[in-house]
T-cell receptor
Framework: GAVVSQHPSRVICKSGTSVKIECRSLDFQATTMFWYRQFPKQSLMLMATSNEGSKATYEQGVEKDKFLINHASLTLSTLTVTSAHPEDSSFYICSARDSARGPRNQPQHFGDGTRLSIL | ELKVEQNPLFLSMQEGKNYTIYCNYS?????LYWYRQDPGKSLESLFV???NGAVKQEGRLMASLDTKARLSTLHITAAVHDLSATYFCAESNYQLIWGAGTKLIIKP
């Protein structure tokens, strides 16, 4: 089945560091990828929609200069948390749509998530 | 406002019992997803329901969709401990609109 690879799975770093998270679709092409954030015991919160070859669409309240998204190819999107602070600590999950399917029937495939801890 | 409401949010039950998780949604979407999440893990797709009256079953889990009532259910039959997890429903309107999740604990 379709696989989305996300790494790193865990990051622990000091405040002020920038952290890059990669999301790759391994056996399909994805014109659209989604980045989510999940706090403990809560549901997923969509941060942004990443579109190959164009700018990402950010949800209300998400700082685009803080969370930089690049979707330079049909199989890779990256999320960079710039100058991370302890409040950015969270579980970040990406998902990707299979572009080969029609828009009305595209499932989302999820990466394994990245647990980010900022000290 | 696009909204998905799940209930209950927390469910503790004994092995062998049956129970149902409910998912109400606010739009006219005819596409509903159920996911499972284990602690510290990402999401595992369980079911995709694509039309009114759709019913899908996998092992002890069965999901159904009533688009007229804007309701989906996830029914657990003869629960076993391994089914302990958090279950999310999400409806699709290009993006996924997520329910709050139901944390299910099944006691031996």
């Amino acid at each position: 089945g379709a696989v989305v690879s996300q790494h790193p799975s865990r990051v622990i770093c000091k405040s002020g560091t920038s952290v890059k998270i990669e999301c790759r679709s391994l056996d399909f092409q994805a014109t659209t990828m989604f980045w989510y954030r999940q706090f403990p015991k809560q549901s997923l919160m969509l941060m942004a929609t990443s579109n190959e070859g164009s700018k990402a669409t950010y949800e209300q309240g998400v700082e685009k200069d803080k969370f930089l998204i690049n979707h330079a190819s049909l199989t890779l999107s990256t999320l960079t948390v710039t100058s991370a602070h302890p409040e950015d600590s969270s579980f970040y999950i990406c998902s990707a749509r299979d572009s080969a399917r029609g828009p009305r029937n595209q499932p989302q495939h999820f990466g394994d998530g990245t647990r980010l801890s900022i000290l | 406002e696009l909204k998905v409401e799940q209930n209950p949010l927390f469910l503790s039950m004994q092995e062998g019992k049956n129970y149902t998780i409910y998912c109400n949604y606010s739009t006219t979407s005819d596409r509903l997803y159920w996911y499972r999440q284990d602690p510290g893990k990402s999401l595992e797709s369980l079911f995709v329901l694509l039309s009114n009256g759709a019913v899908k079953q996998e092992g002890r889990l069965m999901a159904s969709l009533d688009t007229k009532a804007r309701l989906s259910t996830l029914h657990i039959t003869a629960a076993v401990h391994d089914l302990s997890a958090t279950y999310f429903c999400a409806e699709s309107n290009y993006q996924l609109i997520w329910g709050a999740g139901t944390k299910l604990i099944i006691k031996p």
